[in-house]
Every structure is written in C-alpha cells, then in structure tokens.
C-alpha cells in the first residue's frame, strides 16, 4: 500500500485490498471453470463464485476488525460494535462474470459515521486494482490517480450504465440529445466504468439503479482522485439507490441536465 494513504487507515485498506484480491483470484478460477447463474427473488443472477467469494471476504474482514459489521450482497450480516461496517460485493456484474466477460469487479467499502473511509476496486481480469482511503489519495496498481481536467462536454466521454431502468426518468425523453453532446459514448459495465472515470480516461458515469455494495468503493476512490459523487436529486449518499460520477469540469451540466423540467 503507498505510504501516502491516511495513516490510521493503512491496516484496514491493506486488509480489505488482501481480501479483494483473493476474492478475485478464487472468482475467476470459477469463471475459467465455467460457472451457470441463478436467478434471485430480485430477478438478479447469482452464482456459487459469488456466494465462496464473499465467504472468503467475511472471513478475512471478521478475523482482522472482529467487532466492525458487515453488509453483502450476497447475504452475510453482522451488526457493529465498532460504529463501521464493511460493505461488500463479490462480484459486481456477475450477468458478465457468467457469460465469460472480464467486466466484473470485487467491490469492499468501509462506511463510518454515515461516510465511506476505505474502498477497493479489484478488476482481476484486468489485472487492476484502485483503491482509497479518506485524505490519502487514490490509487491504480500503486500509481495515482485523478480525474480528467476537460471542462466541455463536447470533448468528454460519457458512461451510461444500465440503460434498461432509464424507462419512467423525468429525463428519459432529453437522454438521447444530452448523449448525442458528448465527444463519445460507452456502456460497458458498472464499477470498471466509474474507475475509467477516476483515472482520468472519460468524464461521465451515470448509474440509475444500484444498491449501497454496487457504490461504496466507487465513492471514496472517485472523490480521493479529484471527482464528484452525487445522486440525482443533488444528495451524496451510496444508499439513495443512483448515482453520478463525474469532473468537476462538467458538474454543472450533468446536474442541469437531470434537473431540467
């Protein structure tokens, strides 16, 4: 972990990095196994990688923060005692982890007092890991990070995710013109896009549908790399269900563009 982390937090992002990469090491063994998905009450998939992966992460997390809780996705829970609770997802994006895809991610944030202090992003079939801690910087592979400098729209890269769930937005009718601005376009996937974000290769993540395990890492790594985190009615919280991920540069016509009657 780089020396420039916030010091009274290098334990828990070494931990939390140690489980994410473990995590991703036992996940894509099973993809390259071959792995078929379930279906959940939520109609989300789910597979047996995501279920030992998050084992695995509970596991090193209770061992080294025994009395912090835990939030998974895919079900493990314990309360706090601490005040912080880790906030886990195996695999964020397991419809691509099934099909073979590389994008898909491990997911672990630390949320304290309300705030996320910790956050890792590990991307094993990339081979790319980000990572954060509050006041200490962001990071990839141990370089970092910050956002892009672009202040105009019209040189910007924009990432939409889960364009299914734009039916019913208020801004669903002006989301074709408000794309057709941008200097490029992408939907690939949800946390690998908001990390091309954090590293400065596009401007714009819009996510409209996501749980508080899809958001925590992305929240504080993001605002450690320079960026801004906001959901669309102008909030900042990784439980308010969407999310923007942008450059200061372009805020203002993000937030124009959701707003507008």
Known sequence: MSTSSS????KELSIARIAAKRAGELALRYQREGVSAETKADESPVTIADREAEKLIASILTEAFPKDGLLGE?????????GRRWIIDPIDGTRDFSRGSPLWSVL??????????????N??????EYYASRGGGAFRNGAAIHVSNITEVERSVLFFNGLREVHGREFAPRLLDFMGRFWAVRSMSGAPDAMLVAGGHGEVWVEPSA?????APIQVIVEEAGGRFFNFDGGRSIHAGN???CTPGVEDAVSAFLRSS
């Open 211 to 215: 749980k508080p395990w899809d958001l």
């Open 74 to 82: 895919e079900g493990a829970g314990r309360p706090a005692e601490s």
């Open 7 to 10: 010091d009274h937090l290098q």
């Open 108 to 121: 672990i944030g630390l949320e304290a007092g309300g705030e996320v202090i910790t956050g890792v992003v």
């Open 243 to 245: 999310c923007v991920v």
């Open 123 to 128: 991307i094993p079939a990339w081979n790319q």
